[in-house]
């Protein structure tokens, strides 16, 4: 039997300046699932993503959607992308288990915590005010650097890691301090400053994008009372869940986010395309 993609739609051109195309998955012309197939908003023309890969019931458990992913790739490759990603739910174990048959590694996974109605108070000394401008000015750059070094370090091309650290602070900061619905903190401990807080509401929850203890004072138990700030924030604005992403191999903060009661709710994946 022959497992093949038939476009079930014209290639889309977006206004971001992605692609995609839907496909039915095909068994000697039979159709027996679905792929979705885009470009990167985030990285760009040369990096592809699986949206959606769905086989029905009765021809799962065949091969097929190991055979339509691997026919997805060849398709990317006919759009000029050198690598793909895609998006795995926690509660999806077959399709994890799929990506890691098919070559996948893990970049980064998403967490997410349920919160009471009682703020946690911070420990004795420990004290957050808010981040000045002088401060911003500094961090800014800094946290721009590192999140850009993040993504190098996992595969992405230098050039196009900087210009996705560049669009995601444009987007996400575009006020700066002033930027609605964002908190951006400063933890001081007996007096001396020893890490920062970013945290930003959303409509039905809150997400911390940047959590730092300063080099001098990390391993004394600040980055624990920076995410009882995350929380305290977070239920003071009236949200009940906390997300957060951490980037594989970083095992201090997956440690900390699992002791603290996160549970994983999706991982993040790539693969090259040789």
Partial sequence: MTTTL????PLQHHADGTRSRRYQVCVNS?????????????????????????????????????VAALAAEEVVRGWGCRQIETLVPADAPAALRLTQVLGYTQRNR???????DVPPDLPPGSRARPMTEAEFTAWHAYQSEQYARTWIERGVPEAEAYAKSRRDHEQLLPRGLATEDTLLSVLEHDG???GVLWLALRDDEAFVFDVE????????GHG???MRLAEAQAIVA????????????NTPAERLYESLGYTTTRYALHKPLL
């Fill in 192 to 194: 001396a400053r020893v």
């Fill in 238 to 249: 009236g949200r009940r869940r906390l997300g957060l992403n951490v980037f594989a191999g």
């Fill in 30 to 66: 039979r159709p027996v699932g679905v792929i979705h197939l885009a470009t990167s908003s985030s990285f760009g023309d040369s990096v592809a993503r699986i949206v959606h890969l769905r086989i029905e019931e009765p021809d799962r458990r065949r091969g097929r959607a190991t």
């Fill in 110 to 116: 998403g967490m997410e915590k349920r919160l009471g």
């Fill in 224 to 226: 624990r009372t920076l």
């Fill in 213 to 220: 203890v300063d080099a001098a004072h990390r391993g004394e």
């Fill in 6 to 9: 038939r476009p079930s739609e």
